[in-house]
């Protein structure tokens, strides 16, 4: 059945409304002479804007109409970069360049057309910028001047990370081709300047020889190149030498995530083999200056994003298990961190349901995630399965208001890194490899049993949700196994050759590398189709589907949504105009949230 909007229960202590306005997130933290800025995502109109830190206070730049999103490569990533004097950014509305100078007036166009752009870089009176026109991608230069724009180097799929060397005689990027992902081969290319002021020929610095993923270049102020390559295993910094990359000292862990959106900074080569970085242990973030010796800066926190350092403080984003996303510096002579922006509890920490580790036994292999138990000290609460997106993608131990909604209720939450997932390395990363619905299937079955068998949970009170990928793993268990009482889908994928017929370039060989050809395997994407298989789903389901989804269409949802009703499943499904692929609308979220809550607790009921 299709519901509206018109009814909502009783209002609770920490309710699904306060969940997701504490949902305040940030992203693209720079410094440059002018101070610090960052962009800041705020659910209640979820609009994107450029703040600046000065005065010892938080001063918004982004002023009404306009909001800071890219949507290149439709994750976007790198939507503002500093000038001189001013800021550039990407507007979300039209996905075009404006400059903004820093003495308040209103932000003026610096590019117009059909294109749009992201991973903003300024050098030398130019913004370096990925350029995207329809399924065409290239890297440009833009005169910041008179907006004239320069093709700098064209002809792969998918370019990241423009990068200028201090002395503007070295232009290093990241491409890669088709059926490649960012996450599974990438090319580093560097071309020299030539009188003229124009760029030779590339030459591929890595990337040829073996299958390495690499990411994050970057230049020390000597003009050498670094950047973060996997061919050891794990995202490691390498800097460059006279026969190609060598490793810098350091721990075997992952010092970057899956690139999915553009622009991002989890290290900074500081010279002399030296480098601030962050890196992941069993799921945990840590930051340290790294080289002979290591000084960390970790602290109380869990995950760190978005690197800067200047001569006194290191900044970043920040989160732990009981404080969410936070703008910090942290002065590099005590190691004292200061919050600047966010980082405040929706609940008193001794309120908070924090993550402890999981590392549990499935099928032939391992799996990773979080339990968070539940806050009412029911000895075997019901339990969520939390399954996340990508699926290549990961969760983190860090305060999430939408985990503390289901821990106030009474109910334990496993959050996944199910085999697949960045984070613990590029083996893991890569066991997705034509078993998408297979194994991440099976380590969302396994945990059950692993809580279950300890005592930690009511193994027959199992629920599992998840969006997007997440709600195709979650079709998938339900179809596949009978472990859960029921599940959430969030514009879950229930149709992956469907899907593949309509998907946007950056993925449209994902899914052959995740199930295979659609084609020379039919046999396999049939056997692991959800809506093929919806009568071996016996629990009830509810769906959320936004109207506007270009990614997974909302035909997908209402065709899942019609078979389960005819083989009299209980079955709700809420569609929402105004919502593309993922909620952005606090409204939006907490009626979804709320609606998700009060599915269980009635299936509950039934069953009792």
């Given at each position: 059945m299709n519901e509206t909007h018109d009814s909502s229960p009783k209002a609770e202590p920490f309710s699904a409304a306060k969940a997701v306005a504490a949902g305040i997130d940030f992203a693209e933290l720079q410094v440059g002479q002018h101070g610090l800025?960052?962009?800041?995502y705020r659910p209640e109109d979820a609009a994107c804007r450029i703040w600046h830190w000065r005065d010892s206070q938080a001063h918004c730049l982004t002023p009404a109409g306009f909001s800071v999103r890219s949507r290149v490569y439709e994750y976007g990533g790198g939507a503002f970069c500093l000038t001189d004097d001013a800021i550039v950014f990407v507007n979300e509305a039209d996905q075009q360049l404006y400059r903004q100078s820093l003495k308040g007036e209103m932000p003026v166009m610096l590019t117009s057309g059909e294109c749009r752009y992201g991973d903003l870089r300024f050098a030398h009176?130019?913004?370096?910028?990925?350029?995207?026109?329809?399924?065409?991608?290239?890297?440009?230069?833009i005169d910041l001047a008179d907006g004239a724009r320069h093709v700098l180097t064209e002809g792969a799929d998918f370019y990241a990370a423009p990068t200028l060397s201090p002395d503007a005689q070295r232009l290093a990027w990241v491409e890669w081709n088709r059926p490649e992902q960012p996450w599974t081969?990438?090319?580093?290319?560097?071309?020299?300047?030539?009188?003229?002021?124009?760029?030779?020929?590339?030459?591929?610095?890595?990337?040829?020889?073996?299958?390495?993923?690499l990411q994050q270049p970057r230049f020390d102020e000597r003009g050498r190149l670094y950047c973060l390559t996997d061919r050891d295993g794990y995202w490691q910094p390498w800097v460059e030498s006279s026969d190609g990359l060598r490793p810098l000292p350091g721990l075997a862990a992952d010092h970057g995530p899956a690139p999915w959106q553009l622009g991002g900074c989890t290290w900074l080569p500081l010279g002399q083999s030296t480098y601030l970085a962050t890196w992941t242990e069993e799921g945990f973030g840590r930051l340290a200056l790294c080289g002979d010796t290591v000084e960390e800066f970790t602290g109380d926190y869990s995950r760190f994003r978005h690197l800067a350092i200047d001569e006194h403080f290191i900044y970043g984003i920040a989160a732990s298990p009981v404080s969410p996303s936070a703008v910090i510096a942290i002065e590099r002579r005590t190691g004292q961190a200061n919050v600047l922006a966010g980082g405040v509890a929706p609940l008193p920490v001794d309120q908070i349901s924090v993550p402890q580790t999981l590392r549990y036994p499935s099928?032939?292999?391992?799996?990773?995630?979080?339990?968070?138990p539940a806050m009412s000290g029911e000895a075997k609460p019901p339990l969520v399965v939390f399954i996340h997106g990508g699926p290549t993608s990961a969760c983190y131990p860090v305060l999430d208001p939408r985990i503390q909604y289901w821990a106030q209720r009474g109910f334990a939450v496993a959050d996944l890194n199910y085999r697949g997932s960045s984070g613990y390395g590029r083996a893991y990363r890569q066991a997705l490899h034509l078993s998408w619905g297979d194994v991440d299937v099976e380590d969302a079955c396994a945990v059950v049993t692993h809580l279950a068998e300890r005592g930690l949970i009511d193994g027959d009170k199992a629920f599992i949700r998840g969006g997007s990928a997440g709600g195709y793993t979650t079709l998938c268990a339900l179809a596949f196994k009978q472990v859960f009482r029921a599940g959430a889908s969030l514009y879950g994928v229930s149709d992956p050759v469907a899907l593949g017929r309509v998907t946007h370039k950056f993925e449209g060989d994902y899914l052959d590398w995740l199930i295979g050809d659609p084609d020379k395997d039919a046999e396999r994407y049939a056997a692991r189709t959800p809506l093929l298989h919806a009568g071996n789903i016996r629990v009830p389901m509810i769906f959320f589907q936004g109207e506007l989804d270009a990614v997974v269409v909302p035909q997908q949802t209402r065709d899942m949504v019609q078979a389960l009703e005819q083989n009299g499943i209980l079955v709700e499904a809420h569609y929402y105009a105004d919502e593309r692929h993922g909620f952005r609308k606090a409204g939006n979220q907490a009626?979804?949230?709320?609606?998700?809550?009060?599915?269980?607790?009635?299936?509950?009921?039934?069953a009792d």
């Open positions: 800025f960052w962009n800041e009176g130019q913004v370096l910028a990925v350029e995207e026109q329809r399924d065409c991608h290239r890297l440009v230069a081969a990438t090319r580093l290319m560097v071309a020299e300047r030539v009188s003229g002021g124009g760029f030779a020929p590339a030459r591929c610095v890595a990337g040829d020889a073996v299958q390495e993923s099928g032939s292999g391992e799996a990773h995630g979080f339990f968070y009626h979804a949230l709320e609606q998700e809550w009060l599915f269980y607790r009635r299936v509950m009921a039934l």
